[in-house]
């Protein structure tokens, strides 16, 4: 089956800094790779995602890259602010249409 | 539009006692999926319902959990006995295509076993 890992598992920044968080996967055949965010005690939310025949998307201050030659998908979140701050998971959508979700890194950004 | 529901929120059970942990997908989404989330950890799929269907139950120990969704809409996610490691937090979600995209979760219920 599918393997996603993900790296790292925590990551400090400066507010205002820029946030990297990377992603591998085993299965070839996913196709779907969403980003979700969890803060402390609630619900993972949907924050971006991309689809195989797109390399790069765009929202505000996020942006995730896929490379599906070397299997691997990035997390990029720009000037952060404190609310920032939560666990991100990467997932990917693989063969039989489920989800395969990362470890979690937790993200703290310091004023 | 109304998110996931999901309830009770908390629970606290012996080992050995049973739950049951009850969702109400968005209206509209056929797909409704069980995780397991363990602390510190990411979701792990349970069970994939498309309609009233089992799409994928591969990762459901099913010597103690069983799952249904009756008339293709709420669903119900049942522990008998319960373990000391199936403490976690037990997450419904529900999309609109049957394809893993767009997934929206619950609440979830956070199960405490002692």
């Known amino acids: 089956g599918e393997n996603v890992e993900q790296h790292p598992s925590t990551l400090s920044v400066q507010e205002g800094d820029s946030a990297v968080i990377k992603c591998t996967y085993s299965?070839?055949?996913?196709?779907?790779f969403p980003w979700y965010k969890q803060e402390l005690g609630k619900r993972p939310q949907l924050i971006i995602d991309?689809?195989?025949?797109?390399g790069e998307k765009k929202d505000q201050r996020i942006a995730v890259t896929l490379n599906k030659t070397a299997k691997h998908f990035s997390l990029h979140i720009t000037e952060t602010q404190p609310e920032d701050s939560a666990v991100y998971f990467c997932?990917?959508?693989?063969?039989?249409?489920?989800?395969?979700f990362g470890g979690g890194t937790r993200v703290l950004v310091k004023p | 539009e109304a998110g996931v529901a999901q309830s009770p929120r908390y629970k606290i059970i012996e080992k050995r006692q049973s739950v049951a942990f009850w969702c109400n997908p968005i209206s509209g989404h056929a797909t409704l999926y069980w995780y397991q989330q363990i602390l510190g950890q990411g979701p792990k799929l349970l069970i994939q319902f498309q309609n009233n269907g089992v799409v994928d139950d591969s990762q459901l120990p099913k010597d103690r959990f069983s799952a249904e969704r009756l008339k293709g809409v709420d669903s119900t996610l049942k522990i008998q006995p319960a373990k000391l490691e199936d403490s976690a937090v037990y997450l419904c979600?529900?999309?609109?295509?049957?394809?893993?995209?767009?997934?929206?979760f619950g609440p979830g219920t956070r199960l405490t076993v002692l």
């Open positions: 299965d070839s055949a996913s196709n779907y």
């Open positions: 991309i689809r195989s025949n797109v």
């Open positions: 979600a529900s999309s609109l295509v049957g394809r893993g995209e767009g997934q929206f």
């Open positions: 997932a990917a959508g693989g063969a039989g249409n489920k989800l395969t």
